[in-house]
């Protein structure tokens, strides 16, 4: 009797000791995952190729790190669109700059625009950081103002 009871907690001792493993295995790539966004500091669209690659090489493997890709690539996508947008926003600043006669207004809107630019990569550079926190602790983290690019 005692030799069943031991033979049934070795089974299940790794079993558990495989899932554990596993789970430690999938919060590992999920939080470099969403570190992987750091690489369009290096890289010009970086941000979006870094999470693209590792999301698209382990995605089957595990749905934990399928939902955070997808959060870390439409944070990204989202990222750079509103981005995009705000630098559209300079546009008309500098063009009445070079074809008229200078304003102060038109420096006050280059820097405006310029300084909320600045502050959209703070935000975004804090969520990175707090989304893979919370990967690493086995959770998705869902970011705010996204696009669902890909669902």
């Not at 939080?31 to 995605?59: D, Q, T």
């Not at 705000?86 to 070079?98: A, M």
């Not at 989304?131 to 103002?145: C, R, S, T």
Request: hydrophobic residues 55%; glycine residues 6%.
């Amino acid at each position: 009797m005692h030799s069943i009871v031991f033979c049934i907690y070795i089974c299940i001792r790794k079993y558990y000791i495989h899932l554990i493993m596993s789970t430690k295995n999938e919060n590992n790539t999920a939080f470099l995952l969403h570190l992987s966004a750091f690489f369009g500091y290096m890289v010009p669209f970086g941000a979006i190729v870094g999470p693209l690659v590792i999301w698209e090489i382990n995605r089957s493997k595990s749905d934990f790190v399928d939902a955070n890709g997808k959060e870390a690539i439409n944070f990204n996508l989202s990222y750079l669109l509103y981005t995009f947008l705000l630098g559209l926003s300079i546009v008309p600043f500098v063009i009445r700059t070079i074809f008229t006669e200078f304003h102060h207004l038109d420096l006050f809107g280059i820097i405006s625009v310029a300084s909320i630019i600045g502050l959209i990569a703070i935000v975004k550079f804090v969520l990175i950081i707090f989304a893979a926190i919370k990967a690493n602790q086995g959770e998705v983290y869902h970011y705010p103002l996204t696009i669902k690019f890909i669902k």
